[in-house]
């Protein structure tokens, strides 16, 4: 499975942006995906994961009410909605595949990682 995320750019503080990740090969079958970010000189971080069938969301909290992860199993693609942008969002987010199928959260508990898109947000 390759996955591929996109749609990052520079914005202002304030507006939305949806970010996507496209996987190719058959890899909705049975597994959650995640988004994940990395801030320069910080640590990747948890963003959101969503269950392979959708029906089970998580979000980091200081995201909550902001993001929102969703999935579209038939096209096999994967968002990422960010609303009401800040600075600190800028980072590098990444789209993963977990290894179960069920939400996790937990670095360790995903693969497949894409290269990601880099989003900044300017004040």
């Known amino acids: 499975v390759q996955l591929q995320a996109y749609g990052g750019g520079f914005v202002q503080a304030g507006v939305s942006l949806r970010l996507s990740c496209a996987a190719s090969g058959r890899f909705v079958d049975n597994y959650a995906m995640g988004w994940f970010r990395q801030a320069p000189g910080k640590e990747r971080e948890f963003v959101a994961c969503i269950s392979y069938g959708g029906g089970s969301t998580i979000c980091a909290d200081s995201l909550k009410g902001r993001f929102t992860i969703s999935r579209d199993n038939a096209k096999n693609m994967v968002y990422l909605q960010m609303n009401s942008l800040k600075p600190e969002d800028t980072a590098v987010y990444y789209c993963?595949?977990?290894?179960?199928?069920?939400?996790?959260?937990?670095?360790?508990?995903?693969?497949?990682w894409g290269q990601g898109t880099l989003v900044t947000v300017s004040s």
């Open positions: 993963a595949r977990a290894r179960s199928s069920v939400v996790r959260t937990a670095l360790r508990d995903f693969r497949d």
